[in-house]
């Protein structure tokens, strides 16, 4: 806000939500892109940035009320700022999507699943280095 001159608007469904360090770098970087995009490009007045822990999902969605962007603008080949953010988006198992949104403007919407702790322990697991050596109880 105080860099653009944008208003903006944070909420969240929860006071503290608790991600792997992967998933919060990679959710904060989509922001920090999205958000520089509209900076430059938008000629917006207001963003909202809205961050919502669901049942086994984290959704990250981005509005601004500006100019929007054509659909040729976001398959440009040099579109790097957009494909970055779906890659990251895709690398956690995640989806990006980009619409007009519903004040004219542009929706960025990403959604990622969270790991289960029970997928965190098969996962743990699988990555542990095999144990080398006589079993425990030998003699």
């Known amino acids: 806000a105080r860099q653009a001159g944008i208003e903006c608007q944070f909420i969240s469904n929860r006071q503290h939500i608790d991600l ?11 922001a920090q892109e999205a958000l520089t995009n509209i900076a430059k490009h938008a000629q917006a007045s207001k963003v909202s940035v ?22 040729s603008d976001r398959a440009k080949p ?14 956690l198992g995640g989806t990006l999507s980009l619409v007009d949104g519903p004040d004219g403007g542009t929706l960025l919407s990403i959604k990622i699943r969270l790991t ?3 997928e965190a322990i098969i996962a743990a697991a699988a990555s542990a280095p095999a144990h080398s050596g006589p079993p425990p109880d030998a003699a």
Do not use: K, Y
């Not at 792997?20 to 989509?30: K, P, V, W, Y």
């Not at 669901?54 to 659909?71: E, F, K, P, T, Y």
């Open 50 to 71: 809205r961050l919502a822990r669901q049942r086994q999902h984290i959704s990250l969605s981005i509005a601004d009320n500006g100019v929007g962007m054509r659909l």
């Open 20 to 30: 792997e360090l992967d998933q919060a770098t990679s959710l904060f970087r989509i």
């Open 116 to 118: 289960t702790p029970r």
């Open 78 to 91: 040099q579109s790097f700022g957009i494909r970055g953010m779906a890659e990251r988006a895709a690398a």
